[in-house]
């Protein structure tokens, strides 16, 4: 049971540049999420998932996508990076039962030049 | 909307010590509260969580936390520190009930404990 998987840890990108950050739960959980973590904003909701198929937008959705095709993946991908989207960017999730996130995973730090 | 805000971005506390990382909500009804803790290059970890049930909440590690209405606060207690308390700590709120409701997160207290 490896929990919460992210891939890759850390990342360099070039503006412009495009890019996908993979995150993959073996728990069975219907809600994933995005989050990105900057100094002193805490975390703040980027996009997520309450099952596969179904995606929304979170807080600060503008310059990424995501998609949900089956319960375990949920993908977010840089369309074209911008030096404002250096940052930590943690996938989360959860069953329906569970009231908040339960599950982080260890992170990607990402910068781009 | 729902918010929370941490007061203090930084606690200092000698080993032994009383840990207190303060936290006062937002909410147009009683929410749901949480606090997660974060070590150095991990994912967060939930210490603890606030349902409407019992408004004194013990989560892992020794930590505590209260909710009290009359002062919109969900502080986090621990009677002694220890070393390896050092950590940064979210507060966090949802609405309560069921549903897809996504917690909005604090901006982070980080506790520093001295030997």
């Known amino acids: 049971n490896a929990g919460v998987t992210q891939t890759p840890k850390f990342q360099v990108l070039k503006t412009g540049q495009s890019m996908t950050l993979q995150c993959a739960q073996d728990?069975?959980?219907?809600?994933m999420s995005w989050y990105r973590q900057d100094p002193g904003m805490g975390l703040r909701l980027i996009h997520y998932s309450v099952g596969a198929g179904i995606t929304d937008q979170g807080e600060v959705p503008n310059g990424y996508n995501v998609s949900r095709s089956t319960t375990e993946d949920f993908p977010l991908r840089l369309l074209s990076a911008a030096p404002s989207q250096t940052s930590v960017y943690f996938c989360a999730s959860r069953y329906p039962g569970q009231n908040t996130e339960a599950f982080f995973g260890q992170g990607t730090r990402l910068t781009v030049v | 909307a729902q918010s929370v805000t941490q007061l203090g971005s930084h606690v200092s506390v000698s080993e032994g010590a009383l840990v207190l990382l303060r936290c006062n909500y937002s909410s147009s009804v009683p929410p749901y509260l949480f606090w997660y803790v974060q070590y150095p290059n991990q994912g967060l970890q939930l210490l603890l969580k606030y349902t409407s049930a019992a408004t004194l909440v013990k989560g892992i590690n020794g930590f505590e936390a209260e909710f009290k209405k009359s002062e919109t606060s969900f502080h986090l207690t621990k009677p002694s520190a220890h070393m390896s308390d050092a950590a940064e700590y979210f507060c966090?709120?949802?609405?309560?009930?069921?549903?897809?409701?996504?917690?909005?997160f604090g901006r982070g207290t980080s506790l520093i404990v001295h030997p």
């Open positions: 728990m069975n959980h219907e809600y």
């Open positions: 966090a709120v949802r609405l309560p009930g069921g549903g897809s409701y996504i917690p909005t």
